[in-house]
Nanobody, 126 residues
Framework: EARLVDSGGGSVQAGGSLRLSCTAF????????VAWWRQGPGNECEMISR???????YYPDSVKGRFTVSRDNAKNTMYLQMSDLKPEDTAVYYC????????????????????WGQGTQVTVSS
């Protein structure tokens, strides 16, 4: 069964750092576009980083310079290093496999595509 297991969320103060992890089972992360999305209050999901199979990355302005996506092919695991966290980064974060989209989308709609981890909560206090 193909699935993603993400972890590493928690509560931090503004300015702090966290690293999220996502391990794939039944999928090879290096074979496809992978990404991190987040869902804040409401039903809107935002793509916040993506990593193509050729290593190309993309970040929206909201996180550029603060977040870094990476992948360890030997462990079939991807990571999201987050630094200088802000209260507006508070959200449930999901690792995603095989969804070629950027920007914001209805979570109810976008989660019908690709494979999604179960989500990990990140809470940033001021």
């Amino acid at each position: 069964e193909a699935r993603l297991v993400d972890s590493g969320g928690g509560s931090v103060q503004a300015g702090g750092s966290l690293r999220l992890s996502c391990t794939a089972f039944g999928l090879t992360l290096a074979d496809s576009l992978v990404a991190w999305w987040r869902q804040g209050p409401g039903n809107e999901c935002e793509m916040i980083s993506r990593l193509a199979s050729d290593g190309t990355t993309y970040y929206p302005d909201s996180v550029k310079g603060r977040f870094t996506v990476s992948r360890d092919n030997a462990k079939n695991t991807m990571y999201l290093q987050m630094s200088d966290l802000k209260p507006e980064d508070t959200a449930v974060y999901y690792c995603v496999y095989g969804v070629d989209s950027i920007g914001r989308s209805s979570c109810a709609a976008i989660q019908n595509y690709g494979f999604w981890g179960q989500g990990t909560q990140v809470t940033v206090s001021s």
